[in-house]
């Protein structure tokens, strides 16, 4: 059974970087596509990014585009989500997804589409 522990969040100024990481165990994690998440307060739970499993393909939201980088390294069994540019409309629980199957891209930002999930990480932007 995988298991992801995401660490790295906390409290941060608008304007301000953040790196999120997530250790993933109990599989092999070169075969995870693996993503990330968020649900603010009062909203739906949201697609972040995605990463293949080589990294070799990175897919990315809308509003998130050009400001958050997502990485892994399989020797490490590690996937990473670097946020720059951070701003108060950021603020939510993040979580690492991990995906064993192969998908299509329509299904890239559905929830349901990942096998596995972490506890979530609360990463505050203050204005």
């Known amino acids: 059974q995988v298991q992801l522990v995401e660490s790295g969040g906390g409290l941060i100024q608008a304007g301000g970087s953040m790196r999120l990481s997530c250790l993933a165990s109990g599989g092999t994690f070169s075969q995870l596509i693996m993503g990330w998440f968020r649900q603010a307060p009062g909203k739906e739970r949201e697609f972040v990014a995605a990463?293949?499993?080589?990294?070799?393909?990175?897919f990315y939201a809308d509003p998130v585009e050009g400001r958050f980088t997502i990485s892994r390294d399989n020797s490490q069994n590690t996937a990473i989500l670097q946020m720059d540019s951070l701003m108060p409309e950021d603020t939510a629980v993040y979580y690492c997804v991990a995906a064993l199957r192969n998908f299509y891209d329509s299904e890239i930002k559905v929830w349901s589409t990942y096998d596995h999930w972490g506890q979530g990480s609360q990463v505050t932007v203050s204005s």
């Open positions: 990463i293949s499993r080589n990294g070799g393909f990175k």
